[in-house]
């Protein structure tokens, strides 16, 4: 009789992450992209697509993927249309545009793009289903790229219409926030919850409360900013239901008396949660095994004070989608597979000197609660790090007041020549309040490098593959 016992071990190794069709090439993982506005998920998505693309000519782009580094990969292409039927990621017009060069226009809502990957398998089941078969191990690799300001709305699932209201009108009363949202606070003074309920004033508060919401993002770098669909709509449209805004809201009133307007829109607001939150965590976040969340700590740093301290609150909200504690939130939410692995991601590593990249993830892991998240067994895997999705820069030294000092060479966006820029030290913890006296950095936004658009060379980077390795390398073994 032939004595298979020496199969066991190995499908005992293997039997704890792979299936029998994963091994035999029938195997798909999606991998999320997100990050709050202007972080960089367009550039990262297109560089990273076609840094897959390019390793079969260039290995030497992805050496820190182990696939790539081990030489098993055979071959990476672009998969067929999915059946889930999101918008395609446009790859290919971004690529072009990159080869201008200019950098992409950011995209709006959900999209996504498949790559399979195909390569030598490296462990012995791996290789033995693969001889069998006679077919090289494969993994379709489901990158979806969708806006950061989508989970700032998960903590809205836990509180009432009052209470949110109550919060937020709190809060545009301090600040920079107070100047930003002068014009809505003058109108909402006109208004109060228990009056009758009109759609033009319903309608009139939204548009005014929108208005505050695009200025404070765009003109003063603010990222705690909710409803996150009110700035990125994705297909929802203009929706009757959207047509809400916080109201001030006495304490204790909760809930309010039918045919008043705190009853309009607070009606409106459970059916935001219902129909556009709660919809979301079911039928894609729950999908979604491994993601990256990217941040761009720099330009928090310097948009000052009130901005980075902004980007905390949002760290902290964006957290609350990887915590799953019994009784929280998202344990309510999702009943099916969950999320494995989560990285969050400093962007423009390229920004500053080699020295100071490890600053930037130390100061993003110090930003919001990731120790205590880390610790807990029931969360998502999580880690920090740095990265550059394309290098726009080359490092120098310079003396400056009898000092060398590292330096970043680059051309800023509109400028015909190149720059030397001393873009100061990286704090590796949030800075004090009385540090915020003087600009921490000097950082301007650089033209993208020229690049071949054909799959061949690739892009230059900052550990976009250790990245990879972290979120899939267990998934191409």
């Avoid at 972080?39 to 993927?65: E, F, Q, Y």
């Avoid at 182990?66 to 098993?72: N, S």
């Avoid at 000092?403 to 990286?426: E, I, L, M, T």
């Amino acid at each position: 009789m032939l004595n298979l016992s020496w199969l066991s071990p190995i499908f005992a190794q293997a039997s704890e992450r792979l299936s029998l069709g994963e091994l035999a090439g029938s195997a798909t993982v999606s991998l999320a992209v997100t990050g709050l506005s202007r972080s960089g998920k367009t550039v990262l998505v297109t560089s990273l697509i076609h840094n897959l693309l390019s390793c079969a000519h260039n290995p030497n782009r992805m050496p820190l993927l182990g696939v790539v580094g081990e030489r098993r990969l055979i071959a990476a292409t672009i998969a067929g249309a999915s059946a889930n039927r999101l918008p395609s990621f446009p790859y290919r017009d971004n690529i072009e545009k990159m080869a201008v060069p200019d950098w992409p226009a950011p995209t709006e809502g959900m999209s996504e793009v498949g790559i399979e990957v195909r390569f030598a398998p490296a462990s012995a089941l791996g290789r033995f289903v693969s001889a069998i078969s006679g077919n090289p191990a494969s993994l379709t690799i489901r990158i979806v790229d969708y806006p950061g300001e989508w989970l700032l709305d998960l903590p809205l699932m836990a509180v009432s219409y009052a209470e949110w209201s109550r919060a937020t009108v709190r809060l545009l009363r301090k600040g920079v926030r107070a100047e930003i949202a002068r014009d809505f606070l003058a109108l909402l003074a006109q208004h109060r919850p228990e009056e009758n309920a009109r759609e033009e004033v319903a309608k009139e508060l939204h548009d005014r409360y929108c208005g505050y919401l695009i200025a404070a993002r765009d003109r003063h770098g603010l990222s705690f900013l909710q409803p996150g669909r009110f700035l990125c709509r994705g297909t929802l449209g203009d929706v009757p239901y959207l047509w809400f805004a916080p109201l001030d809201v006495a304490d204790g009133v909760d809930p309010f008396a039918p045919g008043t307007l705190g009853a309009l829109l607070a009606e409106r607001f459970d059916v935001y949660k219902r129909e556009v939150v709660a919809r979301f965590y079911e039928d894609h976040f729950r999908h979604y095994t491994r993601q990256i969340v990217l941040v761009d700590v720099l330009r928090a740093l310097l948009a000052g004070r009130d901005a980075f301290e902004d980007t905390r609150l949002a760290l902290d909200a964006i957290l609350e989608s990887f915590r799953y504690g019994p009784g929280g939130i998202l344990s309510r939410l999702l009943l099916g597979p969950r999320i494995d692995k989560v990285l969050f991601a400093a962007t423009k590593a390229d920004h500053v000197p080699d020295i100071q990249r490890d600053h930037l993830a130390a100061l993003l892991r110090n930003m919001a609660a990731f120790p205590a998240l880390e610790v807990r067994s029931s969360n998502a895997q999580l880690d920090v790090t740095a990265l550059a999705s394309v290098i726009s820069t080359a490092e120098e030294s310079q003396e400056i007041e009898g000092q060398r000092v590292q330096v970043v060479v680059g051309r800023p966006v509109g400028s015909n020549k190149q720059s030397k820029f001393f873009v100061g030290n990286v704090p590796i913890r949030p800075p004090r309040a009385d540090a915020w006296g003087s600009p921490f950095l000097n950082v301007p936004v650089f033209e993208p490098p020229a690049i071949d658009a054909s799959p061949v060379d690739g892009i230059a980077h900052i550990n976009l593959d250790l990245a990879l390795e972290f979120l899939l390398g267990d998934r191409l073994r």
